[in-house]
């Protein structure tokens, strides 16, 4: 459930604090006011798109968090810590800043997120009905997407597309190969010498580090011998040498602590420094045993890195890169050797599309049933938001053999709004109000069945109004016993039926517009409702009808 909104330098509001209930809620005010501005204000840190025009002019950024609680929705928890983005325990911040240039930064309970994380989370808490949603419902895909997800079949219908899909690449896979096959046979041919040649090589990975540095070793034996003899002998073994000048040092040093200790520290310094001397000449010592002019070795190690150099320009690659090389080839190699198998290519698709066909029937059976009870649901609505003589339906029409991506038939609403008629596709219809009340109708019912806390209508209830937006606001109303419901909307009826009721205004401070919101008492939305209902002149008489329609709540 949303908690609290907070909107820094939005569009034209500048500090806005919302503080949300549960139940139905309406927002109303003056058309212009800001209304929907808070709707598209909680859609920005919702993962909706952002764009500089929504930054306050004269500001340089604007801020939405929103807050809500997780009670109903303990999954999203699990969701939000396997992800690294879980906050304080049962609460959920959701934030979007958008610069003035336009770009835009995420966060999830203070954590940087991607917009796509933060639309992923704000689908499982909010949903919006806009007041154009009637025009996606003349499409298509979203009469399928709206069935299925009032009928909880989004999962399977996702895994349907996904077959289909790979059903599909397989196909396709198939008939290149089928296609290609020459091309195919000449490729697999050079890359075989290829990976026959670098497997002769057997150039292990950090060899060739390891084989220029013995080079290096070997090639400059005799100054390494030399220069270690010297450093050693000037450390320990010649007369002079620093370990012994060093101890002579400590030993005129010592006695003198007797006469003043402030010396031992000094002599802590140098006693330090002769133990790392000793320690240096020591691993001096086991070096220089170790290493030794060694022609015949030098001689194969030089076969060696020329062997890896002839290898890198005939590649043309580096010769450390030689290895990955190897592996990159004999990985194409095997999806060669795959695709030059037919037969198998074959049995894989002949098995994807048997798994699509199983899972698209699964889903067309029970397409069927929703849509029955869709239909059965949406005309009783109907008639409620008198339509009375309408007729709703779902249809749905097979589609060819190989189906589609969103299964074997297209889903598409029909309907009439005169006794008698047949039903016609829901675009060829429909006039504007009756869209209006059918997409309404809609919304309420598949809203019901949604799974997520909270739900909105922004001025979905336009074109309505009478006896039929009385019943439009006890829908909300009822929808609110088991939801949040946010409505905004300009009708009195409507907005009579809510628990709470919230006014919005735009003023002019400093010389811009800026928007204001009040939360109305019982006696102000009194006045707020007559204005509803009389507009400029507002009388004892509207006064008493406000009074009579908050009555009926």
């Not at 770009?103 to 309970?109: D, E, I, K, L, P």
């Not at 080079?215 to 450093?231: K, Q, T, Y």
């Not at 420094?273 to 320690?279: I, N, P, V, Y």
């Not at 809203?447 to 909300?476: C, M, N, Y």
């Amino acid at each position: 459930m949303l908690l609290h909104l907070s909107i820094r330098d939005f569009a034209i509001v500048d500090r806005l604090e919302l503080e949300f209930g549960p139940g139905f809620t309406a927002l109303t005010g003056e058309t212009g006011a800001g209304k929907s501005i808070l709707v598209d204000a909680l859609s920005l840190a919702l993962g909706e798109r952002a764009g500089n025009e929504q930054v306050r002019s004269g500001a340089e950024r604007a801020d939405v968090v929103a807050e809500f609680t997780l009670d109903s929705t303990a999954d999203l928890a699990d969701t939000l810590r396997e992800q690294a983005l879980d906050g304080d325990p049962n609460r959920l911040l959701l934030r979007r800043v958008v610069d003035r240039n336009g770009r835009s930064r995420a966060f999830v309970n203070g954590h940087t997120a991607t917009v796509n994380q933060l639309r992923e989370i704000g689908e499982r808490l909010v949903d919006i009905h806009g007041q154009h949603a009637h025009q996606s419902l003349l499409k298509a895909e979203a009469q399928r997407q709206i069935l299925d997800a009032h009928a909880g079949l989004v999962p399977l219908a996702g895994e349907t597309r996904d077959t289909y899909r790979e059903w599909q690449r397989l196909c396709r896979w198939k008939l290149d190969q089928e296609s290609n096959a020459s091309a195919r046979d000449a490729e697999r041919e050079r890359l075989s010498w290829q990976v026959e040649e670098l497997a002769r090589l057997q150039l292990a990975p950090g060899e060739w580090e390891a084989v220029e540095s013995e080079h290096g070793r070997l090639a400059h034996a005799a100054s390494l011998i030399e220069g270690v003899r010297g450093a050693i002998d000037s450390l320990s073994e010649s007369e002079g040498a620093a370990l012994g000048v060093l101890s002579g040092t400590l030993s005129q040093l010592r006695p003198l602590t007797e006469f003043d200790g402030a010396l031992r520290d000094t002599i802590t310094l140098l006693e330090s420094g002769e133990a790392q001397l000793r320690e240096a000449a020591y691993a001096l010592r086991h070096y220089a045993d170790r290493i030794e002019l060694d022609p015949g070795r030098l001689k194969e190690v030089e076969q060696r890195l020329e062997a890896i150099h002839d290898a890198g320009r005939k590649f043309r690659c580096r010769p450390e890169s030689l290895p990955e090389l190897l592996l990159g080839l004999r990985e194409r190699l095997k999806d060669l050797d795959v695709a030059s198998d037919l037969e198998t290519l074959s049995r894989q698709e002949q098995a994807a599309r048997a798994r699509y066909e199983e899972l698209a029937g699964r889903l067309s059976a029970q397409r069927l049933a929703a849509a029955v009870k869709l239909g059965t649901e949406v005309n009783a609505a109907m008639k409620e938001l008198a339509m009375a003589g309408g007729r709703f339906e779902v249809s749905l029409r097979s589609l060819p053999p190989e189906g589609s991506a969103g299964g074997n038939e297209q889903v598409e609403f029909l309907v009439t709004t005169n006794p008698g008629a047949e039903p016609r596709p829901l675009a060829k219809v429909a006039s504007g109000g009756e869209l209006s009340r059918i997409s309404l109708a809609i919304q309420v019912i598949t809203s019901r069945a949604a799974a997520v806390p909270t739900l909105i209508f922004d001025e979905v209830d336009a074109g309505i109004g009478g006896a039929v937006a009385e019943v439009v606001g006890t829908k909300l109303r009822l929808l609110g016993v088991e939801r949040q419901v946010l409505c905004v909307t300009h009708l009195p009826q409507v907005a009579a039926q809510a628990r709470e009721q919230w006014s919005v205004a735009k003023g002019v401070e400093g010389g811009s517009a800026k928007s204001r919101v009040a939360v109305l008492d019982e006696r102000s939305r009194i006045e707020e409702i007559a204005r509803m209902l009389g507009g400029v002149s507002i009388t004892a008489t509207t006064r008493k009808h406000a009074a009579e329609l908050l009555g009926l709540r």
